[in-house]
């Protein structure tokens, strides 16, 4: 699967290091798993800040949604203990 992402009005295309992975529900991505496809050097790294940093709401939904999964899989295991 092709990712882009606009920098600059310019489209850079970047992957995931670990391609079965990312679709997984509760998969939280690493920054150093970013390849981003055409760009050397020092451009490279601001582009992967710029793109880590709008990637940080789905990230975060990301957490939030496997912090439920835990809450609710612990109060179920309390619940069949009592």
Sequence with gaps: ???FFDYNG???E???KDKDKQFYRTYIPKKSE???KGVDGAERQIIKDNLWE???DEIREI???K???AKESRAK???SQS
């Design 63 to 65: 957490k939030e949604r």
């Design 34 to 36: 970013l390849i981003i």
């Design 10 to 12: 310019r489209a850079i």
């Design 14 to 16: 970047w992957e995931w």
């Design 54 to 56: 709008n990637l940080q």
């Design 1 to 3: 699967m092709r990712f």
């Design 67 to 69: 912090n439920q999964q």
């Design 77 to 79: 295991k309390k619940a």
